[in-house]
Protein backbone atom coordinates (compact mmCIF):
# COMPACT_ATOMS: atom_id res chain seq x y z
CA UNK A 1 0.00 0.00 0.00
CA UNK A 2 3.26 2.36 0.83
CA UNK A 3 4.54 1.21 -2.67
CA UNK A 4 0.85 2.05 -4.22
CA UNK A 5 1.19 6.04 -2.54
CA UNK A 6 4.51 6.52 -3.41
CA UNK A 7 4.37 5.65 -6.96
CA UNK A 8 1.30 7.82 -7.13
CA UNK A 9 2.92 10.65 -5.66
CA UNK A 10 5.79 10.04 -7.77
CA UNK A 11 3.47 10.24 -10.91
CA UNK A 12 2.06 12.95 -9.81
CA UNK A 13 5.45 15.27 -9.84
CA UNK A 14 6.04 13.74 -13.26
CA UNK A 15 2.80 14.68 -15.25
CA UNK A 16 3.42 18.33 -13.44
CA UNK A 17 7.09 18.49 -14.34
CA UNK A 18 6.24 17.55 -17.84
CA UNK A 19 3.28 20.14 -18.16
CA UNK A 20 5.77 22.83 -16.89
CA UNK A 21 7.76 21.50 -19.73
CA UNK A 22 5.42 21.25 -22.80
CA UNK A 23 4.05 24.76 -21.49
CA UNK A 24 7.38 26.46 -21.88
CA UNK A 25 7.81 25.10 -25.13
CA UNK A 26 4.48 26.53 -26.57
CA UNK A 27 5.49 30.01 -25.47
CA UNK A 28 8.83 29.84 -27.49
CA UNK A 29 6.51 28.09 -30.70
CA UNK A 30 4.61 31.34 -30.56
CA UNK A 31 7.57 33.45 -29.81
CA UNK A 32 6.15 34.96 -26.64
CA UNK A 33 9.49 34.35 -25.57
CA UNK A 34 12.51 33.54 -27.26
CA UNK A 35 14.74 31.66 -24.38
CA UNK A 36 16.16 28.51 -25.24
CA UNK A 37 15.97 27.55 -21.17
CA UNK A 38 12.32 28.51 -20.79
CA UNK A 39 11.10 24.83 -21.38
CA UNK A 40 13.36 23.44 -18.78
CA UNK A 41 12.15 26.47 -16.35
CA UNK A 42 8.82 25.85 -17.05
CA UNK A 43 9.86 22.09 -16.03
CA UNK A 44 11.78 23.24 -12.91
CA UNK A 45 8.26 24.93 -11.95
CA UNK A 46 6.29 22.41 -12.93
CA UNK A 47 8.23 20.10 -9.85
CA UNK A 48 7.68 22.64 -7.83
CA UNK A 49 4.38 23.10 -8.06
CA UNK A 50 3.64 19.26 -7.38
CA UNK A 51 5.57 19.47 -4.54
CA UNK A 52 3.86 21.96 -3.50
CA UNK A 53 0.55 20.14 -3.63
CA UNK A 54 2.16 16.99 -1.53
CA UNK A 55 2.95 19.40 1.02
CA UNK A 56 -0.42 21.08 1.45
CA UNK A 57 -1.58 17.29 1.52
CA UNK A 58 0.12 16.74 4.79
CA UNK A 59 -1.25 20.17 6.05
CA UNK A 60 -4.75 18.92 5.49
CA UNK A 61 -5.32 15.19 6.55
CA UNK A 62 -5.46 15.72 9.95
CA UNK A 63 -7.83 18.38 9.46
CA UNK A 64 -11.59 17.02 10.16
CA UNK A 65 -13.45 16.02 7.58
CA UNK A 66 -16.55 18.32 8.95
CA UNK A 67 -14.02 21.45 8.45
CA UNK A 68 -13.05 20.57 5.12
CA UNK A 69 -16.21 20.30 3.67
CA UNK A 70 -17.41 23.40 5.33
CA UNK A 71 -14.16 25.40 4.04
CA UNK A 72 -14.70 23.92 0.63
CA UNK A 73 -18.73 25.28 0.09
CA UNK A 74 -17.50 28.12 2.17
CA UNK A 75 -14.96 29.27 -0.66
CA UNK A 76 -17.05 28.30 -3.76
CA UNK A 77 -19.98 30.41 -2.12
CA UNK A 78 -17.75 33.23 -1.37
CA UNK A 79 -15.79 33.45 -5.02
CA UNK A 80 -19.67 33.11 -6.45
CA UNK A 81 -20.24 36.27 -4.60
CA UNK A 82 -16.83 37.82 -5.99
CA UNK A 83 -17.54 37.23 -9.54
CA UNK A 84 -21.16 38.63 -9.40
CA UNK A 85 -19.40 41.89 -7.57
CA UNK A 86 -17.34 42.10 -10.26
CA UNK A 87 -19.54 42.30 -12.94
CA UNK A 88 -20.59 45.95 -12.00
CA UNK A 89 -16.44 46.95 -12.84
CA UNK A 90 -16.83 44.98 -15.92
CA UNK A 91 -17.27 48.22 -17.59
CA UNK A 92 -14.35 49.83 -16.60
CA UNK A 93 -11.85 50.35 -19.89
CA UNK A 94 -8.54 49.56 -17.87
CA UNK A 95 -8.19 45.88 -17.79
CA UNK A 96 -5.69 46.00 -15.27
CA UNK A 97 -7.71 47.95 -12.96
CA UNK A 98 -10.62 45.96 -13.32
CA UNK A 99 -8.40 42.13 -13.45
CA UNK A 100 -7.08 43.86 -9.82
CA UNK A 101 -10.40 44.55 -8.59
CA UNK A 102 -11.75 40.96 -9.34
CA UNK A 103 -8.45 39.55 -7.66
CA UNK A 104 -8.49 41.53 -4.43
CA UNK A 105 -12.42 40.84 -4.04
CA UNK A 106 -11.78 37.15 -4.50
CA UNK A 107 -9.21 37.04 -1.97
CA UNK A 108 -11.65 39.03 0.43
CA UNK A 109 -14.99 36.79 0.09
CA UNK A 110 -13.05 33.51 -0.70
CA UNK A 111 -11.36 34.13 2.96
CA UNK A 112 -14.71 35.39 4.44
CA UNK A 113 -16.83 32.21 2.92
CA UNK A 114 -14.14 30.20 4.00
CA UNK A 115 -13.69 30.90 7.31
CA UNK A 116 -17.34 31.37 8.26
CA UNK A 117 -18.06 28.00 6.11
CA UNK A 118 -15.40 26.17 8.33
CA UNK A 119 -16.98 27.73 11.75
CA UNK A 120 -20.75 27.55 10.56
CA UNK A 121 -20.47 23.87 9.74
CA UNK A 122 -20.69 22.74 13.49
CA UNK A 123 -24.24 24.34 13.26
CA UNK A 124 -25.23 22.01 10.40
CA UNK A 125 -26.65 18.49 11.38
CA UNK A 126 -26.25 16.58 8.91
CA UNK A 127 -27.95 12.70 9.27
CA UNK A 128 -25.16 10.82 9.01
CA UNK A 129 -21.59 12.27 7.81
CA UNK A 130 -20.03 9.49 6.89
CA UNK A 131 -21.63 9.79 3.91
CA UNK A 132 -18.25 12.25 3.28
CA UNK A 133 -15.77 10.55 5.27
CA UNK A 134 -14.29 7.45 6.27
CA UNK A 135 -16.81 5.14 7.51
CA UNK A 136 -17.12 6.61 10.83
CA UNK A 137 -21.14 7.37 11.19
CA UNK A 138 -21.20 9.61 14.37
CA UNK A 139 -18.14 11.70 15.53
CA UNK A 140 -20.78 12.37 18.56
CA UNK A 141 -20.68 8.10 19.09
CA UNK A 142 -17.21 7.40 17.94
CA UNK A 143 -15.12 5.98 21.13
CA UNK A 144 -11.39 5.08 20.70
CA UNK A 145 -9.79 2.72 22.83
CA UNK A 146 -6.91 3.17 24.33
CA UNK A 147 -4.14 0.37 25.07
CA UNK A 148 -4.62 0.20 29.26
CA UNK A 149 -8.86 0.21 28.80
CA UNK A 150 -8.16 -2.80 26.14
CA UNK A 151 -5.97 -4.79 28.17
CA UNK A 152 -7.83 -4.24 31.26
CA UNK A 153 -10.82 -5.92 29.58
CA UNK A 154 -13.64 -4.96 31.20
CA UNK A 155 -14.56 -2.74 28.04
CA UNK A 156 -15.89 -5.99 26.32
CA UNK A 157 -18.06 -6.55 29.58
CA UNK A 158 -19.57 -3.69 29.38
CA UNK A 159 -20.09 -3.37 25.46
CA UNK A 160 -22.29 -6.88 26.15
CA UNK A 161 -24.54 -5.19 28.69
CA UNK A 162 -25.24 -2.50 25.61
CA UNK A 163 -24.27 0.46 27.98
CA UNK A 164 -20.95 1.54 25.31
CA UNK A 165 -22.71 1.27 21.79
CA UNK A 166 -21.73 3.46 18.79
CA UNK A 167 -18.30 3.11 16.89
CA UNK A 168 -15.05 1.53 18.57
CA UNK A 169 -11.65 2.60 16.83
CA UNK A 170 -8.77 1.39 17.85
CA UNK A 171 -5.66 3.22 16.08
CA UNK A 172 -3.22 1.63 14.42
CA UNK A 173 -0.65 2.86 16.47
CA UNK A 174 -2.26 1.28 20.14
CA UNK A 175 -1.84 -2.15 17.82
CA UNK A 176 1.61 -2.38 17.62
CA UNK A 177 2.08 -0.85 21.17
CA UNK A 178 0.02 -4.36 22.14
CA UNK A 179 1.79 -6.46 19.38
CA UNK A 180 5.32 -4.85 21.38
CA UNK A 181 3.77 -5.88 24.78
CA UNK A 182 2.87 -9.59 23.43
CA UNK A 183 6.25 -10.14 22.45
CA UNK A 184 8.03 -8.89 25.54
CA UNK A 185 10.62 -11.13 27.22
CA UNK A 186 8.94 -10.53 30.45
CA UNK A 187 6.13 -12.96 30.91
CA UNK A 188 3.80 -10.66 32.66
CA UNK A 189 3.96 -8.12 30.27
CA UNK A 190 3.91 -10.55 27.48
CA UNK A 191 0.15 -12.17 29.37
CA UNK A 192 -1.34 -8.83 29.27
CA UNK A 193 -0.35 -7.76 25.41
CA UNK A 194 -1.92 -11.31 24.51
CA UNK A 195 -4.92 -10.55 26.71
CA UNK A 196 -5.55 -6.77 24.71
CA UNK A 197 -5.23 -8.98 21.51
CA UNK A 198 -7.75 -11.52 23.07
CA UNK A 199 -10.02 -8.66 23.93
CA UNK A 200 -10.25 -7.36 20.61
CA UNK A 201 -10.85 -10.66 18.75
CA UNK A 202 -13.69 -11.08 21.23
CA UNK A 203 -15.22 -7.42 20.71
CA UNK A 204 -14.93 -8.20 16.47
CA UNK A 205 -16.23 -11.85 16.82
CA UNK A 206 -19.05 -11.18 18.59
CA UNK A 207 -20.24 -7.95 16.66
CA UNK A 208 -22.29 -5.96 19.09
CA UNK A 209 -21.04 -3.15 18.28
CA UNK A 210 -18.74 -1.52 15.20
CA UNK A 211 -14.87 -2.09 15.78
CA UNK A 212 -13.01 -0.58 12.97
CA UNK A 213 -9.16 -0.25 13.31
CA UNK A 214 -8.23 3.43 12.16
CA UNK A 215 -4.76 3.51 10.12
CA UNK A 216 -4.56 7.65 10.82
CA UNK A 217 -0.73 8.00 12.47
CA UNK A 218 0.99 11.16 13.64
CA UNK A 219 4.51 10.66 12.77
CA UNK A 220 5.51 13.95 14.04
CA UNK A 221 4.42 12.59 17.77
CA UNK A 222 6.89 9.73 19.45
CA UNK A 223 4.64 9.22 22.46
CA UNK A 224 1.20 7.22 22.20
CA UNK A 225 -0.82 9.26 24.79
CA UNK A 226 -0.33 12.49 22.35
CA UNK A 227 -1.20 10.35 19.30
CA UNK A 228 -4.39 9.63 20.94
CA UNK A 229 -5.46 12.92 22.17
CA UNK A 230 -4.36 14.18 18.01
CA UNK A 231 -6.65 11.28 16.77
CA UNK A 232 -9.54 12.09 18.81
CA UNK A 233 -9.13 15.96 18.33
CA UNK A 234 -9.10 15.36 14.65
CA UNK A 235 -12.15 12.71 14.77
CA UNK A 236 -13.63 14.88 17.46
CA UNK A 237 -14.35 11.48 19.21
CA UNK A 238 -14.39 10.07 22.94
CA UNK A 239 -11.36 8.37 24.30
CA UNK A 240 -12.14 5.33 26.58
CA UNK A 241 -9.53 4.76 28.97
CA UNK A 242 -8.29 3.34 32.64
CA UNK A 243 -5.29 6.25 31.96
CA UNK A 244 -5.45 8.59 34.65
CA UNK A 245 -2.77 10.97 33.18
CA UNK A 246 -4.27 10.34 30.08
CA UNK A 247 -7.35 11.56 31.19
CA UNK A 248 -6.47 14.82 32.13
CA UNK A 249 -4.90 16.22 29.71
CA UNK A 250 -7.31 15.04 27.14
CA UNK A 251 -9.91 17.08 29.36
CA UNK A 252 -7.46 19.59 29.20
CA UNK A 253 -7.44 19.33 25.66
CA UNK A 254 -11.72 19.82 26.00
CA UNK A 255 -11.82 16.12 24.98
CA UNK A 256 -14.83 13.94 26.45
CA UNK A 257 -13.07 10.98 28.28
CA UNK A 258 -14.89 7.94 29.52
CA UNK A 259 -12.78 5.96 32.34
CA UNK A 260 -13.59 2.55 33.09
CA UNK A 261 -12.08 2.68 37.07
CA UNK A 262 -14.65 6.20 37.39
CA UNK A 263 -17.86 3.58 36.27
CA UNK A 264 -16.35 1.25 38.50
CA UNK A 265 -16.36 3.46 41.31
CA UNK A 266 -19.57 4.64 40.53
CA UNK A 267 -21.13 1.57 40.46
CA UNK A 268 -20.20 -0.24 44.10
CA UNK A 269 -22.16 -0.07 46.30
CA UNK A 270 -23.27 2.84 48.36
CA UNK A 271 -21.92 2.29 52.24
CA UNK A 272 -23.47 4.97 54.85
CA UNK A 273 -21.63 5.93 58.10
CA UNK A 274 -23.71 4.08 61.02
CA UNK A 275 -24.40 0.77 58.64
CA UNK A 276 -23.10 -2.47 60.05
CA UNK A 277 -21.20 -4.94 57.54
CA UNK A 278 -19.92 -8.30 58.06
CA UNK A 279 -16.70 -8.93 57.26
CA UNK A 280 -13.30 -11.43 56.99
CA UNK A 281 -10.11 -9.86 58.33
CA UNK A 282 -7.58 -11.05 55.88
CA UNK A 283 -4.69 -9.19 57.35
CA UNK A 284 -3.04 -6.44 59.76
CA UNK A 285 -3.02 -2.53 58.74
CA UNK A 286 -0.29 0.11 58.63
CA UNK A 287 -1.35 1.45 62.01
CA UNK A 288 -1.20 -0.67 65.28
CA UNK A 289 -4.24 -2.75 65.67
CA UNK A 290 -5.88 -1.92 62.21
CA UNK A 291 -7.25 -4.80 60.74
CA UNK A 292 -8.09 -4.97 57.10
CA UNK A 293 -10.98 -6.20 55.01
CA UNK A 294 -12.79 -5.89 51.32
CA UNK A 295 -15.97 -6.09 50.09
CA UNK A 296 -17.03 -7.78 47.18
CA UNK A 297 -16.48 -5.06 45.24
CA UNK A 298 -12.80 -4.90 46.37
CA UNK A 299 -13.09 -1.83 48.27
CA UNK A 300 -10.89 -2.33 51.08
CA UNK A 301 -12.35 -1.51 54.96
CA UNK A 302 -10.28 -0.28 57.43
CA UNK A 303 -11.25 -1.76 60.79
CA UNK A 304 -10.01 -0.43 64.42
CA UNK A 305 -8.98 -2.70 67.09
CA UNK A 306 -9.36 -5.85 65.01
CA UNK A 307 -5.63 -6.67 64.18
CA UNK A 308 -6.01 -9.54 66.77
CA UNK A 309 -9.24 -10.85 65.14
CA UNK A 310 -7.23 -12.30 62.11
CA UNK A 311 -8.89 -15.30 59.85
CA UNK A 312 -11.93 -14.50 61.53
CA UNK A 313 -15.41 -12.97 60.86
CA UNK A 314 -16.68 -9.89 62.48
CA UNK A 315 -19.37 -7.31 62.49
CA UNK A 316 -18.27 -3.71 62.14
CA UNK A 317 -20.13 -0.44 62.00
CA UNK A 318 -18.75 2.06 59.75
CA UNK A 319 -17.84 5.40 60.42
CA UNK A 320 -16.17 7.05 57.87
CA UNK A 321 -15.63 7.13 54.05
CA UNK A 322 -12.64 8.25 51.97
CA UNK A 323 -13.50 8.82 48.42
CA UNK A 324 -9.70 8.70 46.76
CA UNK A 325 -8.39 9.31 43.27
CA UNK A 326 -7.56 5.20 43.60
CA UNK A 327 -11.22 4.33 44.79
CA UNK A 328 -13.26 4.49 47.89
CA UNK A 329 -11.86 3.43 51.48
CA UNK A 330 -13.98 2.77 54.43
CA UNK A 331 -13.03 3.05 58.04
CA UNK A 332 -14.80 1.06 60.71
CA UNK A 333 -15.11 0.15 64.07
CA UNK A 334 -15.81 -3.46 65.71
CA UNK A 335 -19.38 -3.65 67.08
CA UNK A 336 -19.68 -3.76 70.81
CA UNK A 337 -20.79 -7.26 71.10
CA UNK A 338 -17.00 -7.82 69.44
CA UNK A 339 -14.94 -6.11 71.82
CA UNK A 340 -16.99 -8.02 74.45
CA UNK A 341 -16.13 -11.42 72.97
CA UNK A 342 -12.12 -9.98 72.67
CA UNK A 343 -12.29 -9.66 76.52
Known amino acids: MKWGWFTLKMFLIAVCGFGGYLIGVTLNNQSLIHYGWAPWAGAVTGLLVGLGGLSIEKLIKHIPLKLLTGGTIGLVLGL??????GVGFASIQNTTISVVIYIILS???GYI?????????????FPN??????GIRSNLMTKILDTSVIIDGRIADIVETGFIGGVLVIPEFVLQELQHIADSPDPTRRVRGRRGL??????????LVEVQIERQDFP???????????LALSLSAKIVTNDYNLSKVAEVQGLQVL???????????????????????LKEGKEQGQGIAYLEDGTMVVVENASKH??????????SILQTTAGRLIFTTLKNGELSRQH
Not at 120 to 125: D, F, L, T
Not at 220 to 230: F, M, Q, T
Not at 310 to 319: F, H, Q
Open 310 to 319: LGREVEVSVT
Open 220 to 230: NLNDVDAKLVA
Open 107 to 109: CIF
Open 113 to 125: GMVLGSIKVEEIR
Open 198 to 207: DIIKRLQLEK
Open 259 to 281: NINQLANALKPVVLPGEVLRLHI
Open 80 to 85: SIAKLI
Open 129 to 134: WALFGR
